[in-house]
């Protein structure tokens, strides 16, 4: 299994900390350079790829090589190599008219800053150039250039403490690390992919099966066989993202004329991204330890593209896409779903949100914010509604969930549960709180 580990950095003295810093910096500038090459000849060939490759990295990799040692200028190249690869093939699914997955053009890889403006501090590092040592004094080691040692008289690899616990401490093999400095927490972070054994895969509890409804103001709607119902609302989530959309936009109307970006706008893009990587990774967490206690195997999933095509709108569209990044979010719940032994899967759930749970209709219901109502009589909460009719698509049974949700909103550490919730436990353990109406039976109205 592929997992990864993500952990803070502190170098042990000042002059270890200007030497990591001057490490990271000449990584960005080779990064600068390579993109600089390649874009140029990307222009001069008007687009076509075969120009990207014939850009001269040995020139530039002999140049750095000093600082940041061989290997390392070797995989900031290759990374590089990585990205405009990862454009083209999105490129190429832009231009494909049955590929409905990318929907906005896409864009050559990025710069990572100037001395004047501020440089994004960040480097990787090959699995052997480094070293990870896990216990009481955690420690990271790296290698560095030869000019660099000479310049800060140190010998031998860069030491650096390592904060916290990782998530994989024992693994089979370890990957390329990422190194960089955060500048909104003034903190050196790493991130290392490591390769676990299968063993430490957890079996299913059970052979029950969940379906999920990704939503635009409720992120997740879900709804397992055992009848349990889970809400993660997303408004105030969201709001925040849009604030901090806005408040960019404010900021590079007021750059002068031939300025795009700022420090402080690439500041706010990575603040804004962190907090949404950040609650979506732990709701993935929250929400697959939830349906493992449940006896949950296997995990639905609504596909996108049903979404835009039947309720497509520009907020709609800025909610699915640039904040709740729903392609990073099923490939994060798999991820996670794998260490427990989980699958998920993605199926088409067109109509669900329409259809009416009680007499079967599509064209006689009504929608107002999370309320769905039909002229049969029916009333309830609209994305439990479309999570429970798409779970119950594709098991072919019929679900009773139980009388109220179990719903949770985020308080930028975690996914706490609402006071307009049940209390889980009271719930599974009382048979006499469970609902036997049929027309709310989909969730709280």
């Given at each position: 299994m592929k997992r990864?580990?993500?952990?803070a950095v502190r170098p042990l003295s000042d002059t270890g900390e200007q030497l990591l810093r001057d490490l990271l910096d000449a990584s960005a500038a080779l990064w600068n350079e390579v993109n600089y090459q390649r874009l140029m000849r990307y222009n001069e060939e008007n687009g076509f790829e075969g120009g990207v490759w014939d850009a001269d990295t040995g020139r530039l990799e002999g140049k750095y090589k000093g600082v940041v040692g061989a290997s390392t200028s070797q995989q900031v190249i290759r990374k590089n190599s990585e990205a405009w690869r990862g454009f083209f093939r999105l490129k190429e699914q832009y231009h494909d008219k049955s590929n409905?997955?990318?929907?906005?053009?896409?864009?050559?890889?990025?710069?990572?800053?100037?001395?004047?403006?501020?440089?994004?501090?960040?480097?990787?590092?090959?699995?052997t150039s480094y070293t990870a040592e896990w216990g009481d004094r955690s420690r990271l080691e790296i290698l560095v250039g030869k000019e660099l040692k000479d310049r800060y008289d140190h010998t031998g690899r860069l030491r650096l403490e390592i904060a916290g616990n990782p998530s994989w401490p024992e693994y089979n093999k370890q990957g390329r690390l990422d190194l960089w400095y955060d500048e909104t927490d003034s903190t050196f972070r790493a991130s290392q992919p490591v390769t676990v054994s299968d063993d430490a895969r957890t079996t299913p509890l059970a052979a029950e099966k969940a379906a999920l409804d990704i939503g635009a103001n409720n992120l997740v709607a879900c709804t397992t066989t055992t009848g349990g119902q889970y809400l993660y609302e997303g408004r105030n989530l969201f709001q925040r993202f849009r604030d901090t959309t806005r408040e960019i936009a404010r900021l590079q109307s007021k750059l002068e004329d031939g300025r795009y970006s700022s420090e402080r706008i690439r500041r706010l893009y990575r603040k804004r991204t962190r907090r949404r990587d950040h609650a979506q990774e732990a709701l993935?967490?929250?929400?697959?330890?939830?349906?493992?206690?449940?006896?949950?195997?296997?995990v639905y999933i609504g596909g996108l593209t049903?979404?835009?095509?039947?309720?497509?709108?520009?907020?709609?569209?800025?909610?699915?896409?640039?904040?709740?990044?729903?392609?990073?979010?099923?490939?994060?719940?798999?991820?996670?779903?794998?260490?427990?032994?989980i699958s998920i899967e993605v199926r088409s759930e067109a109509w669900t949100s329409q259809e009416c749970p009680q007499c079967g209709g599509t064209d006689r219901t009504t929608r107002y914010q999370d309320t769905l109502t039909c002229l049969c009589g029916f009333e309830g909460h609209a994305d439990l509604t479309a999570s429970k009719t798409f779970l119950e698509q594709q098991t072919s049974n019929t679900v009773r969930p139980m009388a109220r949700p179990v719903r949770f909103q985020w308080d930028d550490h975690d996914w706490s549960e609402s006071s307009r919730s049940h209390r889980p436990n009271e719930q599974r353990t009382d048979p006499s709180t469970i609902q036997r109406d049929g027309n709310v039976a989909s969730g709280e109205t």
């Open positions: 990864t580990n993500r952990f409905t997955s990318v929907t906005d053009h896409p864009e050559p890889p990025g710069f990572r800053g100037n001395e004047d403006d501020g440089r994004r501090l960040k480097t990787v590092i090959r699995n993935c967490r929250d929400l697959i330890e939830r349906l493992y206690d449940d006896g949950v195997e296997a049903d979404v835009l095509e039947t309720h497509w709108s520009v907020e709609t569209n800025a909610k699915t896409h640039n904040f709740w990044a729903f392609k990073q979010f099923t490939e994060q719940l798999a991820c996670t779903a794998e260490e427990y032994g």
